[in-house]
């Protein structure tokens, strides 16, 4: 990668960007606010204004910047429709300077007075609260009544030639309020009279009529005060279950999302420390701020992990960079994630410039919310969280969906929970937050977790660090804060690009869980290329004997094991059955397996009984364990071998340890017994043969352990028993294929849904009945 493309990229980035704030500043009323009064003026109108409504000010104010209400926005933009935003910028309402005081009148309970200003310097909204202590004493509000301040309050807020109007109730949540429009204010203004239980007191003005704002106020009931805060409720609780399902699991990695979680709380306590008057508010404050890092925390860890554990191999540079080990694709991360960000920053803008010239979708709020790094709105909570979600939604998706329908899906999920405009109607909001997820995810497709985190956290930085830096004077903390955030991202990103590759090449593991899992699954992998081994090693078909029908099958269990069988012919036509099964588990299973039918299919001749082939084959596996480390020093095979005269079906039999096979005739299901020992380890073995014969109609039935002993759901084994009971009950003579599922079937009806403890093996060699023969 050439040095000119990520510079082009941050150049485009921040060229949209600008785009963005072009139109912000030319419609936005937070963005067209001017020059805000000097501190020391705001002071000292806020303190006339308590003494003229007679409160006694008992200390220095408590000043800072803030944004408008969203509901303000709300009912001026349904009042005057497109004219909104010229009227609000117009009557300095895009941002407010808040000035707190403590403050008390004549007999009244201890307190503290807020005065809010417009940018221009006027007052738009007056309240005095009574201190925490007086509300925990109860002091009773007959005799500390209020009433007289409020009305000295709501005539401080009137503007020369302006005067009040009738009253009309109105009551929002647990709050009696009262509107009364203000007469020869142009455009029309109502001012809010806020009265909850106790001694507070709240007068505001709303650009707006009476019944507009009324309906605006009213509408925050209970219901949707609580419907509003189900969301945010669910989505801690989803994702904390979630997180502890993944940490139960042992399959989750918490490095990275406990340094996400740590400098959010960080940054949103100092913001709430600086903001907060009283102790109470504060400890409140830090609570929330506590419960928003932990949701930072949660999401992002079970995001990533999820994510990690969905690819094989996959590996992102965050591990580099939270090791100090910044290098080219972690700065190629950062880069391409800020001017992302940037971008997306930037369109915002200009959808929100948009929607506020667009009567038919009014704004419910402000395109940037101030102070920055408070709770709700703090950079480092808002940008991990929008791309966690994003994140568990894609993750969500690419488990269940094919790989066409997971992008547009994620986006979709998690457009119903991201917000990055509140607009009205509904579908209007859901659909800039899709639009945002579906951004967020294709910057994580194409450049990874850093480029995703740096471009969501960007995002939610550039404008409050630029609307900060048009009044460094009261926004002097989300200045440095957002700002450097801003700036931090891409100089680090330059800075690595600048770097060596050795500096993040250099051997990094990941997550403790990403290496088992890698483990896990390097183990499946080397589990199913066994059972493809295995199988291959098993007969390709079986063989075509005239008079006999054969079945064979072989059920692998979830560790492949050592089942074995197979067929040969000597140079007299004998048939040679072999059934066996080699202990234990995995390759070595599959090199005994080897050696066992390599050793079969070059001592095996006419001249020769099953007892005689199966000492040479137990030396054979006593060599292959001692001199080539073939075989585990424990591992032992049993054996069962038959060679059968095809045309008389007699034969030969000799068992090294395996299962007694079941001769199955007119008589019923009997047991060919020929006991011996496992072949390969122990003192040396000697076999003896035994004479078999397979009458015509009749059946022999070879079968593994995996059989007899399987296990049903109250721990009884299938036993011995029943495979000649399954056979019988086929119902015909000298189907092969009909017993062999026949027992298959009462097998797995006795085991039911569990999975398999160890392969199963069932071999048939039926032999027609006389009265067939004799018509063929």
Not at 7 to 14: E, N, R
Not at 261 to 275: D, G, N, R
Request: aromatic content about 6%.
């Amino acid at each position: 990668m050439t040095p000119r493309r990520p510079l082009l990229a941050l150049a485009a980035g921040a060229a949209v960007f600008a785009g963005g704030w072009v139109l912000a500043r030319a419609t936005l009323p937070e963005w067209r606010a001017g020059e805000l009064p000097g501190r020391a003026g705001a002071a000292e109108r806020a303190a006339v204004l308590v003494s003229a409504a007679g409160l006694i000010a008992d200390g220095p104010p408590r000043m800072r910047a803030d944004a408008i209400g969203g509901s303000t926005i709300g009912a001026a933009c349904e009042t005057v429709g497109a004219a909104a935003p010229e009227r609000l910028a117009a009557a300095g309402r895009g941002l407010k300077i808040v000035v707190s005081l403590p403050a008390h009148w004549e007999g009244g309970p201890p307190g503290s007075s807020t005065v809010e200003l417009s940018a221009r310097g006027e007052p738009i909204a007056a309240s005095w609260v009574p201190s925490e202590a007086a509300e925990f004493f109860g002091f009773d509000s007959a005799v500390a009544d209020p009433t007289p301040v409020a009305e000295k309050l709501a005539l401080q807020l009137l503007r020369p030639g302006e005067a009040l109007g009738p009253a009309t109730a109105a009551r929002a949540f647990n709050n009696d309020l009262t509107v009364r429009p203000i007469v020869g204010a142009e455009p029309p203004e109502v001012l809010v009279r806020r009265r909850p239980p106790g001694s507070t007191t709240l007068e505001s003005r709303w650009l707006g009529t009476v019944e507009v704002v009324r309906s605006h106020i009213e509408g925050l009931d209970f219901r949707s005060v609580l419907s509003a805060s189900a969301v945010p409720v669910l989505l801690f609780v989803g994702v904390g279950l979630l997180f502890v399902i993944l940490l139960g699991r042992r399959r989750i990695g918490i490095r990275h999302g406990a340094a996400l979680a740590a400098a959010a709380f960080a940054s949103s306590a100092a913001s709430e420390l600086l903001t907060a008057d009283e102790p109470v508010t504060l400890a409140f404050a830090v609570l929330g701020a506590l419960f928003a890092a932990l949701f930072v925390g949660f999401a992002w860890s079970a995001a990533e992990s999820l994510t990690r554990s969905a690819a094989p191999g996959y590996t992102t540079s965050l591990d580099a960079l939270g090791r100090l080990r910044l290098g080219p694709r972690g700065g190629r991360g950062l880069v391409y994630g800020w001017a992302a960000g940037a971008a997306l920053a930037g369109v915002t803008l200009g959808v929100w410039a948009l929607l506020a010239r667009w009567p038919l979708l009014a704004p419910r709020g402000s395109s940037v919310d101030l102070p920055a790094f408070s709770t709700g709105d703090n950079p480092l909570v808002v940008g991990p969280s929008r791309a966690a979600l994003a994140l568990l939604a894609l993750a969500a998706a690419t488990r269940i969906l094919p790989p066409r329908w997971r992008l547009p899906a994620a986006a979709l999920a998690a457009g119903m929970v991201i917000t990055p405009v509140p607009v009205e109607p509904f579908l209007a909001a859901r659909a800039a937050g899709v639009l945002v997820a579906l951004a967020l995810l294709a910057i994580f497709r194409r450049w990874g977790l850093t480029a995703l985190l740096a471009a969501a956290v960007t995002a939610a930085a550039l404008p409050p660090a630029l609307l900060a830096l048009q009044h460094p004077g009261w926004l002097f903390a989300t200045l440095a804060g957002a700002g450097g955030l801003a700036l931090a991202v891409p100089a680090l990103g330059l800075v690595g690009l600048g770097r060596p590759p050795a500096v993040e090449s250099a051997p990094l593991e990941g997550p403790a869980f990403v290496r088992r899992l890698e483990r896990e699954r390097r183990l499946q992998y080397e589990m199913d290329l066994l059972a493809r081994i295995q199988l291959r090693l098993l007969p390709a078909a079986l063989p075509a004997l005239a008079g006999y029908r054969i079945a064979a099958r072989t059920a692998l269990a979830t560790e492949v094991g050592g089942d074995l069988y197979d067929f040969f012919r000597d140079e007299r036509g004998h048939l040679w059955v072999a059934a066996g099964d080699v202990s234990g588990h995995g390759y070595s299973c599959a090199i005994a397996h080897a050696m066992v039918k390599s050793a079969l299919a070059s001592l095996i001749g006419a001249e020769r009984t099953p007892a005689e082939i199966l000492r040479r084959v137990d030396r054979v596996l006593r060599i292959g364990a001692g001199e080539s480390g073939g075989a585990p020093a424990r591992q032992f095979t049993s054996l069962a071998l038959l060679k059968l005269d095809p045309e008389t079906g007699r034969g030969l039999f000799s068992n090294a340890g395996h299962p007694y096979p079941l001769l199955l005739g007119e008589g019923g299901a009997e047991e060919v017994a020929s006991p011996g020992l496992p072949l390969g380890q122990g003192p040396d073995r000697t076999y003896r043969d035994r004479t078999v014969e397979l009458p015509p109609g009749g059946a022999l039935l070879f079968f593994s352990d995996g059989l007899v002993e399987a296990l049903d759901h109250r721990g009884a084994a299938y036993g011995f028993r029943r495979p000649g009971e399954a056979a019988r009950d086929a119902g015909v003579a000298w189907d092969a294929d009909a017993i062999l599922e026949s027992v298959l079937a009462d097998w797995r009806r006795w085991v039911g849904p569990a999975q398999l403890a160890d392969d199963t093996t069932v071999v048939v060699i039926c032999r027609e009945p006389e009265r067939l023969a004799s018509v063929s």
